[in-house]
């Protein structure tokens, strides 16, 4: 499996439409089914955790892969989940359906699936945070893929939206050192 840990140099310099990540890739074809991802942010758990679960932020913080800045996001709560729906242009919309299987302050897990022009098979997330106040620490841990196509447009999505959560909530305090794994 794959364990990832993101610098604030890496996070300053990366692109929120960047393509798929060559370590990802990488990382697919020596046998791991995960994205594991960790950041430490410059936010407590609290707002983390609405930055994460309120339609409205969530909006500011998903990068469909290739989507540029006139493409735009819709995100609305459903019975226990989300939806999240992507517009860029004239393409058909790209939605994101999640059903929570566990939504507490540190400890997120929902099933995922990708449906419009990049349909991608349901897959499960697990978010774990922690720490206080002004420096947390994100653990991403996304499994399930189909196939390698499916491992990198995910691996994509989540290293451009951590980027830009990142800086929705004020940058990163640093990197993870010696973080456990999830």
């Avoid at 089914?33 to 936010?43: H, M, T």
């Avoid at 098979?121 to 196509?149: E, K, M, Q």
């Avoid at 800086?167 to 973080?179: K, Y």
Wanted: hydrophobic residues 40%; charged residues 20%.
């Amino acid at each position: 499996m794959m364990s990832r840990i993101v610098t604030s140099k890496q996070i300053a310099t990366a692109n929120h439409a960047a393509p798929y990540s060559q370590d990802a890739a990488i990382a697919h074809r020596a046998g791991s089914a995960d994205i594991k991802i960790e950041i430490r942010l410059a936010a407590d758990t609290r707002r983390i955790f609405e930055a994460l679960t309120i339609p409205e932020y969530m909006e500011l913080w998903m990068a469909m892969p290739g989507s540029h800045p006139v493409c735009s996001s819709r995100a609305s709560r459903v019975t226990d989940g989300f939806v999240v729906d992507h517009f860029c242009g004239s393409k058909p919309p790209i939605r994101i359906a999640g059903t929570y299987l566990m939504c507490l302050r540190r400890k997120l897990a929902f099933t995922w699936s990708v449906s419009g022009p990049c349909i991608r098979p349901s897959s499960v997330a697990d978010i774990r945070l922690s720490g206080d106040f002004s420096n947390s620490i994100l653990r991403l841990r996304h499994s399930g893929f189909a196939s390698h196509d499916d491992y990198c447009w995910h691996a994509a999505f989540w290293s451009s939206s951590l980027t830009r959560l990142s800086r929705l909530l004020g940058g990163v305090s640093g990197a993870c050192e010696d973080a456990p794994q999830l």
